[in-house]
């Protein structure tokens, strides 16, 4: 299949679900458990330290106006994990978090500060860029910042303004990113058992396409043509009558 002009080989496209009858009406399913987000390059971190001694937790936070370069984007006040899976942070230097979960960086934080010069250091960690991207046929596609963790693909649909008249509600893909590799997954959001793939939930950076009904877009597309060709065919046809008059005239 082609998508945005490249060719996926078929084995990296994972088809969710089995065929199922398209109605949720009266049933009832269990939640699907959001999973852990994992830290990956790119991500900026939002921490702070907290303790009973205020003046010991400052050095670790990022106060307002204050600038460091290479770790610490001055707008959001978050650090950024760098392609090596490392942060720079204060006085602690650089911090491998690449693969962890929050609740890992949070505990690894912790420990470090506690072995140092905050022994009641209680860490906050919140991921601030969750961002994913929503193309093909839907009402306003476009990157949507989220500061909840948990998103789930209708949320996001719902954000962007939800199908339009010519989406294919059967082929919704998720293209992720996931330990340097691309996975590519295809949703069909007429079954009712796409609520158990593990794509329902949505991660940093995913990127999610809407595919366009071919049969009716192609239809839509056609319709001006036609349109031409018979204003065409009734303009040629007046056209040849007043010359034929015109010709007996002479």
Known sequence: MVLFGEQFPSQNIY???K?????????????????????????????FVYSL?????????????????????????GYLVGQ??????PILGRIEVLGLTRQEVTTKLENLLRDGNVKDAVVKVRFINFRISALGEIRRPGVYTFDEENITILELLSFAGDFTELSNREKVFI??????????????L????????????????????VEPL?????????????????????????????????????
């Not at 001694?53 to 006040?77: C, H, K, L, M």
């Not at 090596?84 to 942070?89: A, L, T």
């Not at 049969?215 to 046809?237: C, D, E, F, M, Q």
């Open 15 to 17: 088809a969710v679900g």
């Open 19 to 47: 065929p199922d009858k398209p109605s949720l009406a009266g049933e009832t399913q269990v939640a699907n458990i959001p999973p852990e987000l994992r830290v990956k390059p790119d991500d900026i971190l939002y921490i």
């Open 53 to 77: 001694d205020p003046n010991s937790a400052a050095p670790y936070n990022i106060v307002p106006g204050e600038t460091q370069r290479n770790s610490v984007d001055a707008v959001t006040q």
């Open 84 to 89: 090596d899976g490392f942060i720079d942070y």
């Open 175 to 188: 293209i992720r990113e996931n330990q340097g590799k691309r996975e590519y997954a295809e949703l069909n």
């Open 190 to 209: 007429l079954k009712n058992d796409f609520f158990d793939s593990p794509y329902f939930y949505l991660q940093q950076g995913d990127v999610v396409y």
């Open 214 to 250: 071919t049969a009716k877009t192609a239809a839509v597309a056609s319709a001006p043509l036609r349109y031409i060709n018979i204003v065409g065919t009734v303009v040629g046809t007046v056209v040849g009558t007043i010359l034929i008059f015109e010709r007996l005239r002479q």
